[in-house]
């Protein structure tokens, strides 16, 4: 993908960045021996007259989900070490230190079999979350970095909770028509919504080819939507899929969106933000049946040289914050960019990883493209002026 990302990481020297959940974690490994450190200051100061045997018994617990075995257990040590020697220490040491001693010594056997257990379940997770990375990557291999005058940028994030297959998928195809691009989220996860990702896909591609207009392109992929439905049986018979088809023609005169029930796209030019809204709502693939004649709504934009066209999922607008808040991009790029779709999705990725706390509750895509001038771009489509420019509703 564009920019060296994936999966929320960027490379920096060969190596992947952590992710801000990642960074908290290593953040939080110095909790253990912090509280060891508070026992023995607290313990010092007020000359054994205080009992710190709870905080060193917290310590070693804390141990657990954030140290590997061997830390735990020198935490552990450490902790039961200093507990001996308040006991030792004591003037007239008695039976009611050897409770708190015994249970410290407990509380320590008990934190390393929960860092193997816990350990063991991350493994598990991590295997199942990239099982189900290099299956996504299968079906939806990286995009190009340039189509004609257009810079491209995508990225796909993937939820900490989640180790299932996601339906998020994006394409762009140049084509005799113009050139033309898709975002969608099928509903649900996992292998059926893998198939249905691949058709819509395919569908795609080969109405993009032989569709002259946007509308021939929508219908046809309503068409396959229904085709995957009526084959498929329980729930899965009850899938839909949300989806952005845009298209620029040849002469890159104006932007054209069909939205299918999805995110408005945002326009991102002169520091300013616009959510591309259509017109008259449709409803998404899968819950609406096309005929040749009935009407596919279709809005007209234009799409300045420099400006960046953002489509994204919902992972996106409906991750939440720790006040169950969703996030908004809109404020994250209201500001002055470079002619740059990486630059611009970062900006979006830095914000909503801050405002969850780098805990992404649903799968997202973004796709971003960047329309240059003439002169810089690499411009190889065929000039094909249109002659005026349709109503909406097209």
């Known amino acids: 993908m564009g920019g060296g990302m994936r999966n929320g990481r960027r490379k920096s020297g060969g190596r992947e960045e952590p992710t801000e959940r990642e960074r908290r974690r290593l953040r939080l490994r110095w909790l253990p021996a912090a509280m060891i450190v508070a026992a023995l200051v607290v313990s010092f100061v007020t000359r054994g007259a205080l009992n710190t045997f709870p905080l060193l018994a917290a310590a070693t617990v804390v141990a657990a989900p954030l140290l590997s075995l061997r830390g735990t257990c020198a935490i552990g040590v450490v902790a039961n070490l200093l507990g001996l020697s308040i006991v030792i220490l004591k003037r007239e040491p008695g039976i009611d230190e050897a409770v708190p001693f015994s249970s410290l010594v407990l509380l320590t056997v008990v934190a390393a079999f ?5 350990a063991r379940d991350r493994a598990q997770l991590r295997t199942s979350r990239e099982v189900a990375a290099v299956l996504q990557r299968a ?3 990286d995009l190009p970095d340039r189509v004609g005058r257009l810079a491209v940028a995508t990225r796909y994030e993937v939820a900490h909770k989640e180790a299932a297959i996601g339906g998020d998928f994006f394409a762009i195809k140049e ?3 113009g050139i033309r691009m898709l975002i969608a989220d099928v509903r649900g996860k996992g292998l059926q919504a893998i198939r249905t990702v691949n058709a819509l896909l395919g569908s795609f591609h080969e109405a993009s080819q032989h569709r002259p207009d946007l509308p021939g392109v929508v219908r046809q992929l309503e068409n396959r939507m229904q085709e995957v439905i009526s084959e498929s049986s329980g729930e899965d018979a009850e899938s839909f899929a949300t ?4 298209e620029l023609p040849p002469d890159y005169s104006v932007l054209r969106i069909a939205n299918r029930g999805h995110e408005a796209p945002l326009l991102v030019h002169d520091g300013k933000v616009l959510p591309l809204e259509p017109a008259t709502p449709a409803l998404p693939l899968g819950l609406d049946l096309l005929d040749a004649d009935d009407e596919v709504p279709v809005d007209l934009f234009d799409l300045p040289v420099g400006a960046t066209l953002v489509l994204y999922t919902d992972g996106i607008n409906e991750a939440r914050d720790a006040d169950g808040v969703f996030f908004d991009p809109v404020p994250a790029l209201s500001r002055h960019f470079p002619p740059d779709p990486d630059a611009v999705l970062d900006a979006v990725l830095s914000a909503v990883s801050r405002h969850t706390g780098g805990n992404l509750q649903d799968d997202a895509a973004l796709f971003a493209v960047t329309l240059e001038d003439a002169v810089s771009g690499a411009d190889r489509l ?3 002026p249109e002659t005026g420019r349709p109503e909406h509703g097209a």
Do not use: I, K, Q, S
């Open 382 to 384: 065929r000039p094909a």
């Open 139 to 141: 079906v939806l291999p």
């Open 175 to 177: 084509t005799p028509h």
């Open 243 to 246: 989806a952005v088809v845009a």
């Open 114 to 118: 929960l860092n193997v257990v816990l």
